[in-house]
């Protein structure tokens, strides 16, 4: 069973900067798509970023593009999200989610992700 732990998530600044880990054991990623979604209070959770399992490929929501980078390490077993030029609408518990699957289609579904976090909280000041 795998399990995931993100770490990194803080109070920052309106265009301040943060990285968040997600480490994981009992499964190695290296045959897994991972992703990044968010949630805010009262909405239900978004889908920020992915990666497919060699990297190969990455998406983006047209909300972050441009501002947030995805990567992983599958030799440590880690992904990351290095956020700058945060936006107070950026504000959200972030989940790191493992895919059943090692890339995707047109999109990226929720329903591929059945491993998830249990998250880390990013606040923006504006």
């Known amino acids: 069973q795998a399990q995931l732990v993100e770490s990194g998530g803080g109070l920052v600044p309106t265009g301040g900067s943060l990285k968040l880990s997600c480490v994981v054991t009992g499964r190695a990623i290296n045959l897994y798509a991972m992703a990044w979604f968010r949630q805010s209070s009262g909405l239900e959770r978004e889908f920020v970023a992915a990666i497919t399992s060699n990297s190969g490929r990455s998406a983006y929501s047209d909300s972050v593009q441009g501002r947030f980078t995805i990567s992983r390490n599958n030799a440590e077993n880690m992904v990351y999200l290095q956020m700058n030029n945060l936006r107070p609408e950026d504000a959200a518990v972030y989940y790191c989610?493992?895919?059943?699957?090692?890339?995707?289609?047109?999109?990226?579904?929720?329903?591929?992700?059945?491993?998830w976090g249990q998250g880390t909280q990013v606040t923006v000041s504006s």
């Open positions: 989610g493992m895919s059943r699957y090692s890339y995707w289609g047109l999109s990226v579904p929720i329903t591929d992700f059945d491993t």
